[in-house]
């Protein structure tokens, strides 16, 4: 569907390399999905040969966004751009981005609070709280990612508190 004027399927174990990517990243070809019928191309090659060789990819979760998808006209090359029209406005916001303000790094007290709701994440997670060992040698009963994670939601937590609480102090 996606060649014309070839002999034969070309490049079947790069097709299967694709489709397989795709498929673990749990991406969309979105101009297919958009145009399943269509007989469309990308490239066009010597002996009228073309071919759907360029695709945009994207995951599910931006489906939503994607108002339209086109293969363009090709200017001084043999591949033609592949197009997709995506409109955010519609969505509504939420509260942005959370950014830790490192003056915070300054105060002793702050520096104190987060030593502690490191030391008490890495107890709360921690496999066998009875065993006396280095917090290097530990074992957790969470993923390394998640402990992580664990520590930077207690952490924001503290700089948001601690930030609004220095505001207050200087009113």
């Known amino acids: 569907m996606d060649t014309l004027h070839y002999r034969s399927e070309n490049n079947p174990q790069s097709k299967a390399k694709i489709h397989e990517v795709m498929h673990e990243l749990d991406l969309l070809d ?6 399943p019928f269509d007989n469309r191309y990308s490239w066009r090659g010597p002996n009228h040969k073309q071919s759907r060789l360029d695709y945009f990819m994207i995951t599910s979760d931006i489906e939503a966004f994607v108002v339209s998808s086109d293969i363009g006209i090709s200017y ?3 591949h033609s751009p592949v197009l997709i029209n995506l409109r955010f406005s519609s969505q509504i916001r939420g ?3 959370w950014k830790f303000n490192n003056s915070l790094l300054r105060e002793t007290e702050f520096i104190d609070k987060v030593k502690g709701d490191i030391k008490t994440v890495i107890e709360e997670y921690e496999s066998d709280p009875s065993m006396d060992i280095e917090t290097e040698d530990k074992q957790f009963n969470i993923s390394y990612q998640l402990l992580w994670d664990m520590i930077k939601m207690k952490v924001r937590g503290s700089a948001i508190s601690f930030s609004s609480f220095q505001k207050k102090r200087r009113k």
């Open 30 to 35: 979105i101009w297919r999905q958009q145009h």
């Open 76 to 78: 001084r090359s043999d």
């Open 95 to 97: 509260k942005g981005t």
